[in-house]
């Protein structure tokens, strides 16, 4: 059974860049049938896509955030990381990690694994 | 850029059927996936490529999806299924997320 596990500060100070990593056991990010997600979610529960990674180092942004984004993986820890810069208020949020099915074709099977995310405060 | 729009909320009895839209430009050409979440947890593949269940989901959880609307539909709704649902699918492999429905039942 596959299980993620976010980690993070819990509160950064705006204008500073958040870091967070995502630990994947029962299972391997070197898998090319997934592909690995950060997903948030606001206070008020709308929930947004922030991007993917693949095993390769391959990766795929939300254009509302791919100036501020950096997605990493590092196969040796079976992890994978997101970098957010120049925080703001906006990005007050619970962050979660996500695995996603990839078939052969490319075509995608919904986000089936999730971890139990981690709460960011943006302070001023 | 590409939104889905949800019914805020749904009420339901128990033992009947939940009905939850989810509307967006062209959705019918685009794989669309269903999130069960209940409070303090994370979200729940419930239904992914339209119409799919994942391995453990309840029958009673179905979809459907054409021309510009996806369907979530609960046949006999029960106590336990009263959660936030949000939808989601991809535009130009960019995942967008519905505005979410919460359903009650009572």
């Known amino acids: 059974q596959v299980q993620l596990q976010e980690s993070g500060p819990g509160l950064v100070k705006s204008s500073e860049t958040l870091s967070l990593t995502c630990t994947v056991s029962g299972g391997s990010v070197s898998n090319g049938d997934h592909y690995w997600n950060w997903i948030r979610q606001s206070p008020g529960k709308r929930l947004e896509w922030l991007g993917y990674i693949y095993y390769t180092g391959s990766t795929n942004y939300n254009p509302s955030l791919e100036s501020r984004c950096t997605m990493s993986v590092d196969t040796s820890k079976n992890q994978f990381s997101l970098s957010l810069t120049s925080v703001t208020a906006a990005d007050t949020a619970v962050y979660y990690c996500?695995?996603?099915?990839?078939?052969?074709?490319?075509?995608?099977?919904?986000?089936?694994?999730w971890g139990l995310g981690t709460a960011l405060t943006v302070s001023s | 850029s590409y939104e889905l729009t949800q019914p805020p909320s749904v009420f339901v009895s128990p033992g009947q059927t939940a009905t939850i839209t989810c509307s967006g430009d062209?959705?019918?050409?685009?794989?669309t996936s269903w999130y069960q979440q209940k409070p303090g947890e994370s979200p729940l593949l419930v239904i992914y490529?339209?119409?799919k269940r994942p391995s453990g989901i309840p029958e009673r959880f179905s979809g459907s999806n054409s021309g510009n609307t996806a369907t979530l539909t609960i046949s006999g709704t029960q106590p336990m299924d009263e959660a936030d649902y949000y939808c989601?699918?991809?535009?130009?492999?960019?995942?967008?997320f519905g505005t979410g429905t919460k359903v009650t039942v009572l």
């Open positions: 989601q699918a991809r535009d130009s492999r960019i995942a967008v």
């Open positions: 062209g959705l019918g050409r685009k794989y």
């Open positions: 996500a695995r996603e099915v990839v078939g052969d074709d490319g075509s995608q099977f919904g986000f089936d694994v």
């Open positions: 490529q339209d119409r």
